[in-house]
């Protein structure tokens, strides 16, 4: 938590907004960041017990937002799997904290032409 004079600022909510995903994006970008390792879809939804289309979903989504990378594994049988592995904590961090930013500066113009 983050004790901002009269209001408490829980850290994750912070960085979740900030990136503006939902609770199961937040959850599988926490769970990525703790592992840095690659994983498919199918072993995401088993460790995070949560539904495969909701991995699916967060995964795609942590993509375009060029958070997570995607690299493809051709199987001998045919087909491919996608594995996922977080991009670069330095720039998730950046992207948070130019977020904060941008809101000190609005609220600072704001107070300014109060």
């Given at each position: 938590?983050?004790?901002?004079?009269?209001?408490?600022?829980?850290?994750?909510?912070?960085?979740?907004?900030?990136?503006?995903?939902?609770?199961a994006?937040?959850?599988?970008?926490?769970f990525?960041?703790?592992?840095?390792?690659?994983?498919t879809?199918?072993?995401?939804?088993?460790?995070?017990?949560?539904?495969?289309?909701?991995?699916?979903?967060?995964?795609?989504?942590?993509?375009?937002?060029?958070?997570?990378?995607?690299?493809q594994?051709?199987?001998?049988?045919?087909?491919?799997?996608?594995?996922?592995?977080?991009?670069?904590?330095?720039?998730?961090?950046k992207?948070?904290?130019?977020?904060?930013?941008?809101?000190?500066?609005?609220?600072?113009?704001?107070?300014?032409?109060?």
């Amino acid at each position: 938590m983050i004790d901002f004079a009269c209001k408490k600022f829980d850290l994750e909510e912070v960085i979740k907004c900030s990136l503006g995903l939902s609770k199961a994006e937040f959850r599988l970008l926490k769970f990525m960041v703790e592992h840095e390792k690659k994983f498919t879809t199918d072993e995401l939804a088993k460790k995070l017990n949560l539904d495969k289309s909701t991995i699916q979903r967060s995964v795609k989504k942590l993509h375009e937002k060029n958070i997570l990378t995607r690299s493809q594994i051709n199987q001998s049988a045919g087909g491919y799997v996608f594995l996922y592995r977080v991009k670069d904590k330095t720039n998730i961090r950046k992207i948070v904290t130019d977020t904060i930013d941008n809101w000190v500066s609005v609220f600072k113009k704001k107070i300014a032409d109060w």
